[in-house]
Structure formats: C-alpha cells, structure tokens
C-alpha cells in the first residue's frame, strides 16, 4: 500500500513538471485541486440534507414528498466549480475528490440496508460522446473499487430511449397542442360574434369563464416534464434485476426534479420499488429559505 501511494505521488510529481496544472478553484499551481479548496470542498459535504423539497417535480400541488432526496451538498462554491470543471472541463481525476461526498450521501439515505439497488441515471449518448464518460458511473466505479459501498448492488439498468419510443410519449403532448389551437380559435370567433350582442349582456360586461388549467401559471414546469417524461427506460434483461427490489436512484445534480422523477418512473415500471434518491449537489434554494 505504502509502495503504491509512493508510486502514485512520484507519478503526480511528473506530470507536474511534464503537463502545469492549475486548482479549478483557486487557480493554485501543482494540483488540479489544492489542499485548502479541498477542505472547504469537504465542508459543504460534511452534513448531507434533504433536498426535495427544493424540487417542484418531486412534490403534489400540496407540497407533499413524491420522491425523498438527499443531497450531499449545495450547489454552490468549491462544490459547484470542481462538479463542473469534473463535468465538462475534463477534469475527470477529480472522481477521487467528489466520490466520497457521494458514497457518504448514499450512506446517509440507505442507513445500514444491505438490499438496496444503486440505480444510475444514464448520460446522453451526445453527452457521453462529448465527454468520454459518464459522471455519474466514474463516481460509482470509483466508490466500488474501494469498497465503499458494502452490501449495496449498483444496478446499470437505465439507458436513454431511443427517439422512437420517447415519440409515443410526445403524441399526447401534440395533440393536447393542437387542442389548445382550435380552442383559440373557437374562442376568437366566439367574441367576434358577442361584438354584435347588445351591450348589457353578460359577456359584454367582463364576465369570463375561463377553462380549468388555461393559465399560465405552472406551464414551465409542465415543460420541463414533457421534456424527459418517456426519455428513459430499462436496458433490456435488466428488468428482472429490479424486480420486487428496493432501489435508490442516484444523479449528479438536482433541480426541478424532472429527471429523477423520470428514472424512478422508468424504474417502477420494471418492477422496482423507489424508496428514494441521492444527488452529489442541489441548486440552492430561493433567498430566505436556506436550510440548516
């Protein structure tokens, strides 16, 4: 063990002088990550906490909790500018530095459950070409490989559906479009027609009836579900491996929840049971409102 950490600093010494690096925090030379930004790093991970409740998809109009998350930390700060230079800056040695921020948050949802699935959330197949790998599973494999993880099986069964299947899931959003047109124009021919009505009708003073669901308000994250609803599914023989089984579905980054409610959509409907999720970060939450 002594020899390899030998091995692995005289290695990081070489590439040093062969290839400058500079930390992604504090522009510090020698590291890709220096020691004081790594320390704060660890601060914002020291305490994992609830998260879903700064996701819109992940409530009911009452607030209710559809889906429980704990996040390892805020998205902000050192945690926010190593995850994104990890992400697509090809800083991809800073998996050592962010894994265990992530194993802790998985441990913290999980307690002491042997039975329980890790289930990732699958990149793109555009985002994986752009990058060469994907966040989330270079985390996993990392936690694996130091057997950070006992007794939890990490289960690779989500993949992003071909353009096809995600297709049926759009028809109903096209038709409730088109919907949506030909009441418009019903309704523009209906006040052109009340233009000729006497002036004391009803409709002439201001009285409207207006069509439940009409307003504007909630169309953007109505959106932003329609975006990724159908947009994953099972890879196949892998349904049977989530049969009947407690599963955690764990991402990078949550912030409207859409995502997460997807792969927990996809991950029911092979049988699994979603007793949650985890994310390594979580968008901060509106002003006024920060969490302990």
Excluded at 87 to 99: C, D, H, I, P, W
Excluded at 121 to 140: D, E, I, Q, T
Excluded at 233 to 241: E, H, I, M, N, W
Aim: proline fraction near 5%; hydrophobic fraction near 45%.
């Amino acid at each position: 063990m002594r020899l390899a950490q030998a091995l692995d600093d005289a290695v990081t010494e070489l590439l040093a002088v062969l290839a400058p690096v500079e930390c992604v925090c504090c522009g510090a030379e020698d590291s890709a990550l220096c020691g004081a930004c790594a320390r704060r790093l660890r601060l914002l991970c020291k305490r994992p906490f609830r998260a879903e409740g700064q996701a819109p998809a992940l409530l009911t109009v009452d607030g209710a909790v559809l889906l429980p998350v704990v996040a390892a930390g805020h998205y902000r700060d050192e945690l926010a500018q190593v995850l994104l230079s990890f992400k697509y800056l090809g800083q991809g040695q800073l998996a050592s530095t962010l894994a265990p921020a992530f194993g802790k948050a998985i441990r913290a949802a999980v307690g002491y459950r042997v039975d329980v699935c890790v289930v990732p959330v699958p990149s793109s197949n555009a985002a994986f070409r752009r990058r060469g790998f994907s966040p989330v599973h270079l985390l996993l494999g990392h936690l694996r490989r130091r057997g950070a993880l006992p007794g939890l099986e990490v289960k690779d069964a989500l993949k992003k559906a071909n353009p096809g299947i995600a297709a049926q899931t759009l028809v109903p959003a096209m038709l409730a479009r088109f919907q949506d047109v030909a009441d418009s124009i019903v309704e523009n021919a209906r006040r052109r027609a009340e233009a000729f009505q006497p002036a004391g009708d009803a409709q002439r003073a201001g009285v409207r009836v207006q069509r439940p669901g009409s307003g504007q308000k909630g169309l953007g994250r109505g959106d932003r579900a329609r975006r990724v609803r159908g947009s994953m599914t099972v890879r196949l023989f892998r349904g049977r491996a989530l049969q009947g089984r407690a599963c955690i579905i764990v991402d990078d980054v949550l912030t409207t929840g859409a995502t997460l409610a997807e792969a927990a959509r996809a991950v029911t409907a092979a049988g699994g049971t979603v007793c949650g999720a985890v994310v390594l970060a979580a968008t901060r939450p509106p002003a006024g409102n920060e969490l302990p």
